[in-house]
């Protein structure tokens, strides 16, 4: 029989306290007694040792699965067998004598419906025995053997049980304090003094967590989850002592009680955050108090190496398929963990396995002939090129398969019998579509022989042509597994992983969009309880919580619920809803703080509840997420209300005053034209001036500031003179118009004799240098350049064209001068 | 240039001292205005500088006399004689074709490109003023300007060849313009229009592909002198900022809790007023939307993508932030009418809410901060330069109210402006 649904939820996260201690006495000896010994799990993962099963066969498929998918994996002797084989310990989930004994001893510990949840995953996560340098590997690498026990039933159920949370006041809990100090006087020297022989990483057999280290910010981050600051005599420090009798150093109640009273000096110094007391507050929770939100749905049936990115220490990433051998990929160059589950690709970094446990891609996929490469990742920019995402290659230019970037497209490059060997030609993500954001995005790329490469980002085909797909003989089994770069080392890609997956067969569209909506990353529930507030039984305000990357949580999709069914209520105001964290409210992120709904039964569902928002919000973490406390806070809900009103800005001081300025200018394109135009009389839509004046328009000055004034842009306007002088000389009526008594037909030595002179230069002047004007250029100044450039003109040619060429020159110097220009 | 060409072959190495003698005469001449301008100006200097500034040419002889003698002899004190000049410089053809383009052709299009063409944004502009039309309307307004009369192609919605003929042919737009409405001409409903915003040129510069929140910017830019780095204002609501925004740019939420909510969190909810508009244009084959034309989703339309009458592009990018806003409809909120952009200066008298672009821009048109802004912007193009000191500041400050007090037209501060700086 199968314990599966939500029965079994509740029974197994409650009814395993009991059996917890039960393991954890056949565990530990009693008073007195000598340190439990410790499995020797050395040898490498996958090495079993003599693993034989007898007694009766299976009774039913199940207790089959069970044998296939789990036991096998964890009934060896450098595994769980070494202790809860036959004649070990309790429970007796490994023994070899009776397979269906040990699916008995199983059941209670495993959560079908949700892996993760199982109390043997939470067990190993938690430190117990784990075959890896990391708990946390060992943990999901059980999490998916079990969810291969469970095939289709493990976390299909999106329904989440709510549970009461512990009702607390925000702020009458304490947060940590980032600082070790009273930590490091009161709590540290007794485990240093009788837990180094064990919790250290040094110790002969190390035992974590390693909270008796020397170092005490180590040995603070340590402790910390085995420390209750609002129930000191909860703590595990304390309860391991006084009621599980393990490793007592004299009497165990004395013992314990010397644990207590270091804890308790330790959260006396911890100042309790004050909340303004006209705040209307829900009651608070922290991310313990959260509800684990189901994280199934995924479809990993076909996984061959998968990567959760759980760790977050160390410089491995832990291959979590459960599939031998584990591809596990050592960082090197600068890589980091985030929070919220994932690494951060930097300069030169790069996570690579070895060729040896890379060949296992080859050998599964070659099986198969088709594969999927599936991806959680934020690119840190669009503007890297020829970047390597994912990459199964042996160097630059020869690969089996490679996910890359390039600005805006994701590249797929896979190797066939129809591409070279290097996956070419590739196919990538159209430019126009600017497919890769520098945002997290879910990337999937299938291959298969039948449809050839596809590209799927965030649930949707990319619509990219390919051809057939042909087949993957020519495959290399030498090639590594990299992430973030080449295997070379020279193509890096910056961005953040937050899960990748390698599948041996190809994901349908529907099996995409299906992991697609599972999303990544832990996510919780939040019930924030605010019967104390309206007159509703257990009535709580529900988010769903995840850690969104390492600064910021997201809070998204309040809804209103009460545990009570069924449940009667009409009317209650709810107004301007905050997220407080420790204390107080952040003052950026309040995305609920302009909520403005009524909560009524008509409205509320039993299932669901009453949706309050469709929106999600960020908010920066503060302390840690093992340490922040949220509640919420209500500008009105029922009858209590503390509205707010924003204080009016104080006005800007007034600027300083500037450096003078001056207090003319230079006329601009359009004004020099228009002004030229308006001189001679010639039209701006004359077709020589226009040409010249498109041809130096750009040339001329745009703003009218005379400190900018270049002498690019006095070739302009001299062009532009130029023109207008020639245009208006060569036009018979516009020549007469301005210069009556001037004759242009006579040769220069009587043309520019004195009365010549006084009918070009005195209208000339007239109309450029205005009349009576004081602020003009002095006319006398003007009229002797303007001689002597005529007389120095003059000197040469006979011939009334010459006379006219003068004139256009004579112009063209007042034209295009200063005394136009400026204003 | 057959012209210039003639002179180059007929004098040769005279043709480089002409140029020569033109630079470093306006040198010289130069020197000598600089000279000039210290000493005190006449009614007839003040006269030339008033229209120098307003028309951008210099006055005929006759105008100069006649302006000169008004502001020696006009009834008015000195500061009114002088901006009843100003108003005798306005009545230059060159104060429209001229200044009044180069004044508002920059705020047709992103790259604030003073050469761009005349078009419906900026011919709009130029008779509002002639007209003394309430210059807030600019942003609300059910107006656009053409002229109808002249041998040039006839306006329309999907190229700019009416405008850019006018243009060529250095018309007399204070003669050719005449005022007609939008909405009889692009087939946008009368409630839908907006001013600017809803001119095709408009349009063309900030409706075009994008997430139409460059319509929002620029007119922030460019009628309340503003741009979004100086309203941010990070402790807004951010419950209004799109899907397409990423809470977590390469990864780092850091940077929208410090940067990208300050301006989203209030632009988002002001620009959903322009949910159902599009420029649509052929991208491929047209890529600068010369033959596109404004989209505008009239009631009863469903975009397909969307499934309302919201534009797709308001739906772009919509799994970079799943849970972010999903824009239904084009109701705007104006977030900034508390915190620190209160200082805008928003009229108490609406709400700081609404439906469409039409009261956004009402929104706009109505702070303090469009008055100033127009006044401010008249100030620089008329004095040629930014208001520096107190006395500058003190009369902005006047002269926002009587542009606030005398019906908003744009006039009154070209005429104020040449007042204060004709110097003397």
């Known amino acids: 029989m199968r314990f599966t649904g939500l029965l079994f939820k509740s029974v197994a996260r409650v009814g395993l306290t009991g059996l917890l201690v039960s393991i954890l006495s056949a565990c530990s000896g009693g008073a007195g007694q000598e340190t439990e010994e410790n499995p020797d799990l050395a040898a490498p993962a996958g090495s079993s040792q003599s693993l034989v099963l007898n007694g009766p066969a299976a009774l039913t498929t199940d207790v089959q699965g069970f044998r296939v998918n789990l036991w096998e994996n964890i009934a060896p002797d450098n595994r769980c067998g070494q202790c809860h084989g036959s004649s070990g310990q309790s429970p007796s989930f490994a023994r070899n004598d009776d397979i269906n004994l040990a699916y008995e001893q199983v059941n209670p510990i495993v959560d079908l419906n949700q892996p993760s949840q199982s109390r043997m995953v939470s067990k190993v996560g938690g430190g117990h025995n784990c075959w890896l340098d990391s708990d946390q590997a060992c943990a999901d690498i059980l999490a998916t053997w079990i969810s291969n026990w469970a095939g289709d039933s493990a976390g299909t159920s999106n329904a989440v049980e709510l549970r009461a949370p512990t009702l607390r006041d925000p702020g009458a809990s304490k947060s940590f304090p980032s600082d070790p100090g009273v930590f490091a006087s009161t709590v540290h020297p007794l485990l240093l003094a009788y837990c180094s022989n064990c919790h250290t990483d040094t110790a002969a057999n190390p035992q974590s967590p390693f909270f008796a280290v020397s170092d005490v910010i180590a040995a603070y981050a340590a402790a910390r989850s085995k420390i209750e600051i609002d129930d000191p005599p909860n703590s595990r420090l304390v309860v391991r002592l006084g009621g599980e009798f393990h490793n007592c150093w004299t009497d165990c109640n004395s013992n314990a009680s010397e644990m207590l009273a270091a804890i308790e000096t330790f959260v006396a110094s911890i100042p309790e955050t004050a909340v303004d007391p006209d705040f209307v507050t829900s009651r608070s929770l922290t991310l313990l108090d959260g509800i684990v939100a189901s994280g199934g749905g995924r479809v990993d049936t076909n996984v061959i190496a998968l990567y959760q990115f759980k760790t977050l220490s160390g410089s491995i990433a832990y291959d979590t398929s459960g599939v031998e051998p584990s591809l596990d990929l050592s960082f090197s160059g600068d890589v980091s963990w985030i929070g919220g589950w994932g690494i951060n690709i930097g300069d030169n970094g790069k996570a690579q396995g070895l060729t040896s446990t890379s060949k296992k891609l080859h050998d599964l996929i070659t099986s198969t002939g088709e594969y999927s490469l599936e991806a959680w990742i934020a690119s840190a920019n669009v503007t890297q090129e020829e970047a390597r995402i994912v990459s199964y290659s042996g160097g630059n230019m020869t690969r089996n398969f490679t996910l890359g970037q390039t600005l805006y497209n994701y590249d797929f490059l896979a190797r066939s019998s129809t591409t070279d060997g290097n996956g070419d030609p590739a196919i990538s993500t159209p430019d126009a579509d600017e497919v890769l954001q520098a945002t997290l995005q879910h990337v999937v790329a299938t291959f298969d022989p039948t449809n050839g490469r596809q590209l799927y980002v965030n649930g949707s085909l990319i619509d990219v042509r390919d051809g057939a797909g042909g087949t993957l003989n020519d495959w290399d089994d030498t090639f590594a597994f990299a992430l973030g770069n080449e295997v070379s080392g020279d193509r890096l890609w910056r961005g953040l992983f937050k899960l990748v997956a390698i599948h041996n067969r190809v994901l349908t569209p529907g099996q995409v969009l299906q992991n697609f909506d599972a999303g990544v990353g832990e996510r919780f529930f939040f019930l924030f309880g605010i019967s104390h507030l309206i007159n509703v039984p257990e009535a709580y305000i529900v988010f769903e919580v995840s850690q969104f990357d390492s600064y910021s949580y997201l809070f998204s999709q309040p809804y209103f619920i009460s545990l009570t069914s069924p449940v009667t209520f009409q009317g209650i105001a709810l107004r301007g809803m905050r997220i407080g964290i420790n204390g107080r409210e952040p003052e950026v992120g309040q995305a609920y703080s302009k909520l403005d709904i009524t909560l009524d039964d008509s409205l509320y569902s039993a299932g669901t509840g009453q949706p309050l928002s469709a929106i999600g919000t960020i908010l920066g973490i503060e302390k840690g997420a093992d340490s922040d406390e949220f509640f919420l806070t209500f500008e009105q809900l029922g009858t209590h209300s503390n509205v707010r009103v924003e204080a009016v800005p104080d006005p800007l001081p007034t600027s300083p005053d500037g450096d003078a300025l001056p207090d003319i200018g230079i006329k601009k394109f359009d004004e020099i034209n228009a002004s030229m135009s308006s001189i001679t009389g010639v039209p701006t839509s004359n077709l020589d001036v226009l040409g010249t004046f498109l041809t130096v328009r750009q040339q001329l000055p745009v703003t009218a500031n005379i400190e900018g004034f270049l002498s690019s842009q006095q070739m302009g306007v001299t062009q532009l003179a130029i023109e207008y002088c020639s245009s208006l000389v060569e036009d018979p009526v516009l020549r007469g118009n301005l210069f009556p008594a001037f004759d242009f037909n006579a040769v220069p030595v009587s043309a520019f004799d004195t009365a010549g002179r006084d009918a070009l230069l005195i209208p000339l002047m007239d109309v450029v240098l205005g009349v009576n004007l004081g602020s003009q250029p002095d006319r006398n100044q003007t009229r002797t350049e303007l001689e002597s450039l005529i007389t120095n003109f003059a000197s040469s040619g006979t011939t009334a064209e010459r006379t006219r060429t003068i004139v256009k020159a004579t112009c063209a110097a007042v034209l295009g001068g200063a005394a136009m220009l400026i204003q | ?424």
């Open chain 2, 1 to 424: 240039m057959p012209n210039l060409g003639s002179i180059k072959l007929a004098m040769g190495n005279e043709m480089r001292e002409v140029v020569m003698y033109i630079l470093v005469g306006s040198i010289a001449i130069v020197a000598a205005l600089l000279f000039c301008v210290t000493a005190d100006a006449g009614s007839r200097e003040q006269a030339q500088r008033i229209h120098n500034r307003i028309a951008g040419v210099s006055p005929l002889a006759v105008r100069l006399d006649e302006m000169a003698a008004l502001i020696q002899t006009g009834s008015g004190t000195e500061e009114e004689n002088a901006q009843a000049a100003a108003f005798i410089a306005m009545q230059h053809p060159d104060f429209y074709r001229t200044t009044l383009k180069n004044f508002s052709t920059p705020w047709t299009n992103r790259d604030q490109d003073v050469f761009a063409a005349l078009n419906d944004y900026s011919a709009t502009v130029i008779g509002m003023v002639r007209d003394d039309v309430d210059f807030r309307e600019i942003l609300t307004g059910d107006i656009v300007y053409l002229a109808p009369n002249v041998a040039v192609p006839g306006y329309s919605t999907s190229d700019n060849r009416h405008y850019e003929e006018l243009e060529q042919q250095g018309l007399d737009l204070a003669s050719v313009l005449v005022r007609s409405d939008q909405s009889s001409l692009t087939g946008v409903p009368p409630e839908a229009t907006a001013g600017v915003i809803t001119t095709r040129a408009g349009a063309r510069a900030f409706f075009i592909a994008g997430t139409n929140r460059a319509m929002f910017r620029f007119t922030l830019l460019n009628h309340l002198c503003m741009d979004l780095e100086e309203v941010k204002d990070i402790t807004r609501a951010p419950d209004r900022i799109r899907q397409d925004v990423t809470r977590s740019p390469g990864g780092d939420s850091r940077l929208f809790r410090n940067n990208c909510i300050g301006c989203h969190s209030g632009m988002d909810p002001m620009t959903q007023a322009f949910a159902y508009y599009n420029f649509e244009y052929d991208p491929d084959n047209d890529p600068e939307g010369n033959s596109g034309q404004l989209v505008y989703n009239r009631s009863g339309t469903v975009d397909v993508f969307t499934g309302t009458r919201v534009v797709k592009k308001y739906h772009h990018n919509q799994n970079n932030f799943p849970t972010g806003y999903v824009t239904v409809n084009d109701n705007w909120d104006n977030y900034w009418r508390e915190g620190r952009n209160q200082r805008i200066g928003w009229d108490s008298t609406l709400t700081g809410s609404g439906t469409g672009a039409k009261s956004m821009g009402r929104e706009l048109a109505n702070s303090q901060a469009f008055a100033a802004c127009q006044v401010t912007k008249v100030f620089r193009e008329v004095c040629l330069r930014d208001p520096v000191d107190a006395a500058d500041r003190s009369k902005i400050d006047s002269m926002v109210s009587s542009f606030s007090n005398s019906g908003f037209k744009l006039k009154q501060p070209f005429a104020e402006s040449a007042a204060y700086c004709r110097g003397g």
